[in-house]
């Protein structure tokens, strides 16, 4: 029995200029990861801060600095 081959997809940068996928009938898809909320590096960070510091305050400002802080603390203790 024959394998059956799925096509492959074709992204935007490959239609020809004026074509679209709509005309060729294809379509394409796009994955991603992380698309919105708290990234490990910042809750790793904002752990870590709390624990140290006890405060929301510093908790929060190395959250925004997520893995330097991470790595600053990894160096100094």
Do not use: N, Q
């Not at 709390?50 to 405060?55: D, G, V």
């Not at 925004?64 to 991470?70: K, N, R």
Request: positive net charge.
């Amino acid at each position: 029995m024959a394998e059956k081959t799925r096509p492959e997809r074709m992204r935007p940068e490959d239609y020809a200029a004026g074509d679209s996928p709509m005309r060729r009938r294809v379509t394409y898809v796009r994955k991603e990861i992380v698309s919105k909320g708290v990234g490990f590096g910042s809750a790793l960070a904002i752990a870590i801060s709390f624990t140290a510091h006890k405060s929301i305050f510093w908790a929060i400002i190395h959250g925004f600095f997520s893995w330097a802080y991470v790595i600053y603390y990894a160096l100094t203790r």
